[in-house]
């Protein structure tokens, strides 16, 4: 007999939501570009829906003159702390009618949490995505000509020079599949020799270029008619992703929960599940909370398509 024929308490509690958790996160690790580089102030600390967060606004400092036996000039930045309202609070909830063979299985598992971790991915990309609204300015890529294209890119490198953007800040943009298909034309980056790498034939993949580094993406908004998509160039401090762990006092009452932050995008992410007797099956719900705010929008750029 298959020992998936009965559910019992030893299977559900096979259900270690640390290993879900960390699977989960080390998943959605990879579906991430965009919140992986914007600014991320987060930390240990648990939040609730609603909670304000401050984070610091550093102000300018100018260099003096030192002159021979005189003090240094001491200077007051004009610092400022921009608030943001931990106000998205996402959730992905399924339900495993199987728990013993789900929980037994990474290969299964896997199965569950991959479709869970996508949804998710978007729904926190789409968000920072939507602060082009807030871009302190705009352009429009010219696709005309190879030497329109071109020149268009150039004028995005040359909007964070003008931003006097830090020099060693990266500068990004994020580009929907058009965009990339006009860059893939250009014969520069399909060269290898002149481009320096075969990816963008072999693999349709475009890194940096122009001091630009380049991640594509289906999620770009268009709005209007004709359409007109909303790509964005931005370096890590034009948008900040404030986020908190939620609290795990539901163990004990009926459900098992954990939090997991990854150490690499920052992303805190609570998983809870508990047996439904009436659907005979283990409810899984991976949720997070967090804040987006628009930090320097002078370093900010909707580049429109």
Do not use: C
């Not at 980056?189 to 001091?211: I, R």
Request: without cysteine.
């Amino acid at each position: 007999m298959s020992d998936y024929s009965s559910i019992n308490t030893t299977k559900v509690d096979n259900f270690i939501p640390e290993i879900w958790a960390n699977e989960a996160i080390t998943m959605l690790r990879s579906y991430l570009n965009l919140a992986r580089t914007v600014r991320r102030d987060m930390d240990s600390e648990v939040a609730s829906y609603g909670d304000t967060i401050h984070i610091p606004k550093t102000g300018a400092l100018s260099v003096n003159n030192k002159e021979t036996n005189t003090n240094v000039t001491r200077q007051a930045p004009a610092d400022d702390v921009v608030s943001v309202v931990l106000d998205q609070h996402k959730e992905v909830t399924f339900m495993v009618e199987d728990p013993a063979r789900a929980m037994a299985k990474q290969d299964v598992r896997g199965l569950y949490l991959k479709d869970a971790v996508i949804t998710m991915a978007e729904s926190l990309e789409s968000a920072l995505l939507a602060r082009y609204v807030d871009a302190g300015s705009d352009q429009t890529f010219d696709d005309s000509t190879d030497a329109t294209k071109i020149t268009s890119m150039l004028d995005i490198r040359k909007f964070f020079v003008d931003a006097k953007a830090p020099l060693l800040d990266t500068k990004y943009i994020y580009g929907s599949p058009s965009l990339v298909n006009n860059l893939l034309t250009l014969g520069q980056f399909t060269k290898a020799n002149e481009y320096g790498s075969a990816k963008p034939v072999q693999e349709g993949v475009l890194g940096d270029m122009f001091g630009l580094n380049l991640f594509e993406s289906q999620l770009v908004p268009s709005t209007g008619s004709p359409a007109v998509e909303h790509n964005i160039a931005y370096t890590k401090d034009a948008i900040a992703l404030v986020m908190r762990a939620l609290p795990t006092d539901g163990n004990g009452n009926g459900v098992s929960q954990t939090v997991v932050t990854d150490p690499d995008t920052g992303i805190s992410m609570r998983i809870t599940n508990h047996y439904d007797a009436n659907a005979l099956g283990m409810q899984v719900t991976l949720d997070v909370l967090y804040g987006i705010k628009t930090i320097r929008p002078e370093f900010l750029l909707e580049v429109k398509l």
